[in-house]
């Protein structure tokens, strides 16, 4: 099989790990551009979200390449993603005419019987080198978080700017390239310190801010418009609230034994939002109050246009942020935002923050 599957931050590394260990060709899908975001736009329904969108149009472009098995994740609760590869399938396949299969995993918690016999259709290696395979891509998915990691705490203090940016990207082909877990791991070490070598400002104390909002918005970098980035270029420290080892981790192994998954995100969120309502809505109020209690200086919730879990968190927000005395920013993501209006967005918010923080400063003065 040629198989492809989403394109999110640098997830796919692993993927194709994955998808060749197990005896298959991986067709690697093309980072997302202007035009899979205008080809996923063309063929989405009209309501569709902009994660659907961008999903459908990498889909195409990866099936131009010659890929005739897609695979994916579903959903459960009140979210449209449960449904979104049956409905990207059947355009693929009945408005496109593509001859294409869409796989698709759901979370394991009461899934596990369709779960093992996917992989019983899917894998064509020996049980020994299919774990063989597993083991190394989630190596390398916990090594790209490390080092991602890293590069937030690292970027606002480095002098020479954009060389924090340039090591992760060394470091991210490096991880690509290592074929064995031992490698990934000395890679992983090599980089860290490469990091740790980074001239930077001592004295300098950034603003601490979390990113919050939709998985796919937060994780892939084209879709978010580089916010943890430009953010860090500002001089920001930015905690991104969503690595993917710790959603796989809550939402796939937790989950199937019934441990309760980002248990204390959604602890935090109970006085204002008690119930789920699909998505991220509940646990980004619950993560905005814990930034809050860490001391964070603001949050900026990425929502993509229609979704609705997003909207309903939005609603609640300006409550949580006056209670508990946090500024939060929303950027609504749609095909038609731009990088420029962003960046302006977050300069304004950066600013603000500083003169919150001032001001914070001033008043502990006087009072001392
Ligand atoms: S959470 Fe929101 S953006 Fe994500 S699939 Fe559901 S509706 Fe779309």
Redesign the pocket.
């Known amino acids: 099989m040629k198989i492809t599957f989403p394109h999110m931050g640098t997830s796919w590394i692993a993927f194709k790990t994955l998808v060749e260990g197990i005896g298959h060709e991986a067709v690697l899908p093309p980072p997302p551009t202007k035009r899979t975001l205008d080809l996923g736009t063309k063929y989405a329904p009209e309501f569709a979200?902009?994660?659907?969108k961008v999903l459908l149009g990498t889909y195409l472009e990866a099936l131009e390449m010659g890929a005739d098995t897609i695979i994916s994740s579903g959903?459960v609760g009140p979210?449209?993603?449960g449904y979104?590869t049956q409905l990207q399938g059947r355009i693929l396949r009945e408005q496109l005419g593509y001859d294409v299969r869409v796989i698709t995993f759901e979370p394991p918690r009461g899934h596990l019987l369709d779960t093992f016999r996917i992989l019983r259709d899917l894998v064509k290696v020996s049980f020994p080198e299919f774990a063989t395979a597993a083991w190394l891509a989630w190596q390398k998915l916990l090594a790209l978080d490390a080092l991602e990691r890293e590069s937030h705490r690292v970027r606002p203090l480095e002098l020479d700017k954009g060389t924090t940016s340039r090591v992760l990207s060394q470091g991210i082909a490096a991880i690509e390239q290592a074929d064995s877990v031992k490698e990934v791991r000395n890679v992983t070490a090599d980089f860290l310190e490469r990091f740790r070598q980074i001239p930077k400002d001592p004295e300098y104390e950034p603003l601490k801010v979390g990113v919050i909002g939709?998985i796919?918005v937060v994780l892939e970098p084209f879709v978010n418009l580089d916010v943890v980035e430009t953010l860090g270029h500002m001089g920001v420290y930015v905690d991104r609230s969503i690595f993917l080892t710790n959603w796989v981790t809550e939402n796939t192994f937790l989950d199937t034994f019934r441990v309760q998954a980002e248990r204390s995100a959604r602890m935090a969120a109970q006085p204002y939002l008690p119930e789920l309502v699909?998505?991220?809505g509940q646990t980004i109020l619950g993560e905005t109050v814990l930034y809050a209690k860490r001391g964070f200086d603001g949050v900026v919730q990425l929502a993509?246009f229609t979704?609705?879990?997003?909207i309903v968190a939005k609603s609640i927000m300006p409550r949580v942020s006056k209670d508990l005395d946090i500024p939060v920013l929303t950027l609504m993501l749609d095909e038609q935002t731009g990088k420029a209006g962003i960046a302006t967005r977050l300069e304004a918010f950066v600013a603000l923050l500083k003169m919150r923080r001032n001001r914070l400063a001033m008043t502990r003065g006087e009072t001392a």
């Open positions: 979200c902009l994660p659907f959903g979210c449209r993603a979104y939709e796919y699909g998505g991220h993509p979704c609705i879990p997003e």
